[in-house]
């Protein structure tokens, strides 16, 4: 009975004063719409989705490979976590805030104190790289410049290509460079033995000539110089083939260093949208109406009831 009574006791109560919580719910409504449509800041996303490559794709091995070997032409799990550490990194970050002046953008004073901080704060707020549930990396910003929420997520995407090949590279032009070294001391070595042969033969009256059978004919007079010619002989052809494989891998390196293909598979580019995302206009009035009502309902049954107290007192 109790319950029943203190029921009634609340719809009387909330009929009794109806009329100023209809009154408050709707202003409340109103003031909600032109706050959302004269105040509230409108946001565009942006976004790109792409894959990772296989980044072996592109050495040496695998574009002069003879073999049927099967590579995967997209990146591993480890690739996708290494893209979106990359695309989560301060380098990145700092770049596209200072690249596309987002401080001024953002209208925070450079001259205040930690005012970096506040952009960064404000900017990563708005800005995602994530994993979707398709395995690929989503880079996504909210902004209310639509055109420059397209180019700085674009901009995002290359600067994460650039240092997502740099270690790679890095590691091909080292391997260049060695390989350019060795070269260079094969071609001294073979240098000396052709002197070293052409002395012994112009001292020792020594003929080399090719037999019909292929093989090797060396002719002299002195034993010994002849035996020491076919020595340096076989030391200058196996630094000749030793020669010419490295100027071969040189070539092929060279081919692969020039390859300046993306490591990014790009599904979706960003674009500027032509539709505002949020603010919802019609959601931030339903949650202020409904607010505003229970908040009014709840305000006048608490008034009711400590009229009641102190009536009782």
């Given at each position: 009975?109790?319950?029943?009574?203190?029921?009634?006791?609340?719809?009387?109560?909330?009929?009794?004063?109806?009329?100023?919580?209809?009154?408050?719910?709707?202003?409340?409504?109103?003031?909600?719409?032109?706050?959302?449509?004269?105040?509230?800041?409108?946001?565009?996303?942006?976004?790109?989705?792409?894959?990772?490559?296989?980044?072996?794709?592109?050495?040496?091995?695998?574009?002069?490979?003879?073999?049927?070997?099967?590579?995967?032409?997209?990146?591993?799990?480890?690739?996708?976590?290494?893209?979106?550490?990359?695309?989560?990194s301060t380098p990145v970050i700092d770049f596209v805030i200072?690249?596309?002046?987002?401080?001024?953008?953002?209208?925070?004073?450079?001259?205040?104190?930690?005012?970096?901080?506040?952009?960064?704060?404000?900017?990563?707020?708005?800005?995602?790289?994530?994993?979707?549930?398709?395995?690929?990396?989503?880079?996504?910003?909210?902004?209310?410049?639509?055109?420059?929420?397209?180019?700085?997520?674009?901009?995002?995407?290359?600067?994460?290509?650039?240092?997502?090949?740099?270690?790679?590279?890095?590691?091909?032009?080292?391997?260049?460079?060695?390989?350019?070294?060795?070269?260079?001391?094969?071609?001294?070595?073979?240098?000396?033995?052709?002197?070293?042969?052409?002395?012994?033969?112009?001292?020792?009256?020594?003929?080399?000539?090719?037999?019909?059978?292929?093989?090797?004919?060396?002719?002299?007079?002195?034993?010994?110089?002849?035996?020491?010619?076919?020595?340096?002989?076989?030391?200058?052809?196996?630094?000749?083939?030793?020669?010419?494989?490295?100027?071969?891998?040189?070539?092929?390196?060279?081919?692969?260093?020039?390859?300046?293909?993306?490591?990014?598979?790009?599904?979706?580019?960003?674009?500027?949208?032509?539709?505002?995302?949020?603010?919802?206009?019609?959601?931030?009035?339903?949650?202020?109406?409904?607010?505003?009502?229970?908040?009014?309902?709840?305000?006048?049954?608490?008034?009711?009831?400590?009229?009641?107290?102190?009536?009782?007192?």
């Open positions: 009975m109790d319950q029943e009574f203190n029921l009634i006791s609340a719809i009387r109560t909330i009929l009794k004063w109806k009329t100023p919580i209809i009154t408050l719910t709707l202003l409340s409504g109103v003031i909600a719409a032109l706050f959302s449509v004269f105040v509230m800041d409108e946001y565009y996303l942006s976004w790109s989705t792409f894959y990772p490559t296989n980044q072996s794709l592109t050495d040496r091995s695998a574009i002069f490979s003879t073999e049927n070997a099967q590579l995967e032409y997209f990146g591993t799990k480890a690739d996708v976590n290494r893209i979106l550490t990359i695309a989560n200072d690249s596309f002046k987002i401080a001024q953008h953002y209208k925070i004073d450079t001259t205040t104190a930690y005012w970096r901080t506040k952009v960064r704060k404000k900017f990563e707020k708005n800005y995602s790289a994530i994993k979707t549930d398709k395995d690929a990396v989503e880079i996504s910003l909210y902004d209310t410049d639509p055109k420059l929420a397209a180019d700085l997520i674009n901009t995002v995407v290359n600067q994460v290509d650039d240092l997502n090949k740099l270690h790679v590279n890095d590691i091909k032009r080292k391997t260049f460079s060695a390989i350019s070294d060795q070269i260079a001391q094969y071609q001294t070595v073979v240098s000396s033995y052709i002197d070293t042969l052409a002395d012994l033969g112009e001292k020792y009256k020594i003929k080399a000539s090719v037999g019909t059978d292929g093989t090797l004919i060396v002719e002299g007079n002195d034993y010994k110089a002849v035996q020491l010619y076919k020595t340096f002989m076989s030391k200058q052809n196996n630094a000749t083939r030793e020669l010419n494989n490295l100027m071969n891998i040189k070539g092929q390196m060279a081919v692969s260093l020039r390859n300046a293909e993306s490591s990014l598979f790009i599904l979706e580019q960003a674009f500027p949208a032509d539709r505002r995302t949020k603010p919802v206009r019609s959601l931030v009035v339903l949650v202020t109406v409904l607010i505003t009502a229970f908040v009014s309902v709840i305000g006048v049954l608490l008034m009711e009831e400590v009229k009641e107290i102190k009536k009782q007192l």
